[in-house]
Each structure stands twice: as C-alpha cells, then as structure tokens.
C-alpha cells in the first residue's frame, strides 16, 4: 500500500483490539503475525487492548491490505484508530498546467497535420528581434496554409497555449466556500495574460517592420499567422465576445481545444490592418489520405506552372530553353 499516512492524535486501544481481531477473523494470533511478518506477541497485545502505543506505520499498512467487504470495516477506520489519517497528495496546478499543456501541443500538432499539409515541427521556439523584442511559440509548424502575400516563402504558423488554473486548482488559496469567485478570478487571470500575449506579438510585429512595412529580415522570419490556443471553454468565449472587432497588424487568430475529444472545437480569426481575415482552421477540408488521385493533365499543368516560377534560369538554360 502506498498510501502516504500523518499522525493526528493518540491510537485507541480499544477500537484498535476491536477491528484488528475482525481481521484476524477464526485465526490464532499467530496465523496472523505470520501474514504480515511480525512476532505473535504483537499481535496478542493489540487484540488484548494491552497496546502502549500506535502501531507501526509499516505494521498498520500491511493489516489494512487484509482488510476485505465483508468484513464490514475500512482502511480509514483502522487507521484512525491508531491515530493516523491518509495525507491526501494534491497535484500542484503548475504542475497539471504543464501536462496540459503538452496534450494541447499534441492535440493541435495532429490535427494541424490532417488539415493543413504540415512540413515541419518544432516545439519551444523563441524568435528574438534584439535584446528587448522577442516571440515565443509552444509550437511552431510550417504548412500550406500558413501563407502571407505580404511575405513571400514564409510559411509558419505559430501556436502560443494559454493555460488557466484547472478547476478547482485554486481551491488551495480560497479554499471551496466560492466557486463563483474562483470562476471570475480564473477568467480575470486569463485575460489578462491573453491581453499581455496579443500585446507583445503586435509590438513585436509593429518594431520589426518600423523601417518599412515588412522591410526587415527579424519580421519576414516571424511565423505567418499566429494562434493563442486555450482548451478553457469560459474563456474562449469571453475573450471572442469582448475582442471580436480587435484589429492587428498580423494574422492572428483564438483557437479553442477540446482536450477530451481531442480536437480543435473552434476559432476566431482577428482583423488585420487592412480589413482581411485569415481563413479560420476549420475551413479548411480534413484531407483524405484514401484518396490523392490526380490526372495526367493536372500533373503536366501544375509541373510547367511551378517550373516557370521556381527553377533558376541557368537550370532551365541547361536543359536546353530558350530565354
């Protein structure tokens, strides 16, 4: 048994003499003492109520094993009655934040994969503009779809997740009196973190093209299209409704995750600079991997087009093109 124990007051030789000759049940002393590896002697005393103390916490664990239903007791009486009472280990919230954090960077890295026609993949990714300016990603991914006019061969898309405090996770700080409270506190704290996030993203943007709109190398290299990802239903909403007419100066988008199903549930795309929209991640059809036929002249149209804008001149001088 694992189960972690605290002494919270004095055993009770007589509750202790009652339930541990429930176990022992029809056997002698020494049936007993014999499952769990102790001497006779021990066993007589606490059936006898002649006990001067608790019993060992190695000694208590081992009878609790033997405790069964029918036997009409539980583990939790036995221990209190030695004085003891099983130390309930709560899960830090940073803790269940950070593994919730990894199943949403899983959750969109697979679906952005069915959708999108993902290249590459990369996780923790920190973009630095100079010693003031920086972007990070949980996810970074470069796809099809993630695709600027603006900014030519920039196909990434970055994903920033934000975690709130799990239900109930607070209940350390303000205890169960108030769920309500716990509910607007844990919106207030997202909010404020989303706020801080979109802010510093278009900041970056606005710093790194002040010499020319999308004239320096630090913005062309910056993802695309970015996406605040939560999987916290409450907030998602809130922020939708209250910064549906946000505009920004890059393509960005609120994505909601649904972590039991395991999917992208929603996701709102925010107004550019220049009134356009990004088209939102369920628009996008999930690709059917059954079926990826092509005709012949599909595939000769779509070869010539590509040839003529990507291959160097002295490749198609090579094979023998006129210029």
């Known amino acids: 048994m694992d189960a972690k124990l605290e002494k919270v007051s004095e055993a009770d030789p007589k509750e202790l003499a009652r339930i541990v000759t429930i176990i022992k049940g029809f056997g002698t002393a020494a049936d007993l003492a014999k499952k769990i ?21 190695d000694t208590l ?71 003031m300016f920086s972007a990070f990603f949980d996810l970074l991914v470069e796809c099809d779809t993630a695709y600027d006019q603006r900014r030519p061969n920039n196909y990434l898309w970055g994903f920033d997740i934000l975690m709130t405090p799990p239900h109930g996770g607070m209940s350390h700080i303000y205890g169960e009196r108030d769920v309500n409270f716990e509910l607007k506190r844990r919106i207030a704290v997202g909010e404020r973190n989303f706020r801080d996030r979109i802010s510093r993203y278009s900041l970056v943007y606005l710093q790194s093209g002040k010499d020319g709109i999308f004239a320096s190398d630090e913005l062309k290299a910056l993802p695309a299209r970015v996406s605040i990802v939560l999987d916290d239903e409450d907030l998602y ?48 059809k999930e690709a059917d991997r059954n079926d990826f036929s092509i005709s012949e002249d599909e595939y000769d149209f779509t070869y010539d087009d590509m040839y003529d804008k990507f291959f160097p001149d002295d490749i198609k001088r090579s094979n023998g093109d006129k210029e």
């Open 237 to 284: 909403k809130i922020l939708k409704e209250k910064y549906e007419k946000l505009v920004l100066p890059m393509d960005a988008s609120l994505i909601l995750v649904d972590t039991e199903a395991e999917n992208v549930k929603d996701e709102f795309a925010f107004t550019r600079e220049d009134g356009e929209k990004t088209k939102v991640f369920l628009d996008w």
């Open 37 to 57: 590896h102790v001497n006779p002697s021990t066993i007589s005393r606490i059936v006898n109520g002649k006990l001067s103390g608790p019993i060992s916490e």
């Open 61 to 131: 664990k081992k009878l609790a094993e033997l405790i069964s239903p029918d036997m009409e007791i539980t583990k939790e009486q036995l221990f209190k009655a030695n004085g003891y009472r099983v130390v309930e280990e709560r899960i830090s919230p940073h803790v269940q934040m950070r593994e919730r954090t990894y199943l949403v960077r899983d959750i969109l890295a697979r679906n952005v994969s069915r959708r999108h026609g993902v290249w590459r993949v990369a996780n923790d990714t920190r973009f630095l503009i100079n010693n």
